[in-house]
């Protein structure tokens, strides 16, 4: 791995682990095992180091989900997949622990790639219940938007519960009611 990849390694963990101001420099030189001659070489400060970590935790998290939201079944199938996937539940998610950074909140540049990543997740899943819908796999008045926002903050608030309680218990169970509630009617 090159020095650069290795920065931007420890950057994203450390970022996932601290947050931004509790990931410094040097702890990111540290754990990368770079010099700050190196540091200062690829990246203007940290400021660069931590978008290019950002953008890096942003993409590995779309191709994450596509390879369950873009497979073969149908639309519940997918969705399905994309929900029940293994996780490090108690770890939460790099993505979502970004919007809880005051920091990277506070910067339009950071928050942008969080929150094109999420927008992105929030309008693959629309299309997805719409195919669901067009195909009459689901019935009534669902809103695809409305169905999919509810997709993401079921994973996100459920990572929050699985975390407070010290359990996958709590995300599983929220991934279950959604199913249930997703759940094709049959006959």
Known sequence: MSTSDRLVEATRELLWERGYVGTSPKAIQQQAGAGQGSMYHHFAGKPDLALAAIRRTAEEM???AARSLDGPGSAYERISGYLLRERDVLRGCPVGRLTMDPDIVASDELR???DET???LRGRLAAIVQEGLDGGEFEGALVPEEIA???VATVQGG???ARASGSADA???AVRGLLALLAPRTG
Do not use: K, N
Request: charged share 10%; no cysteine.
């Open 62 to 64: 779309r191709t994450t």
């Open 112 to 114: 942008a790639p969080v």
């Open 118 to 120: 999420l927008a992105w």
């Open 149 to 151: 926002s509810a997709v």
């Open 159 to 161: 990572y929050v519960l």
């Open 171 to 173: 995300f599983d169970a």
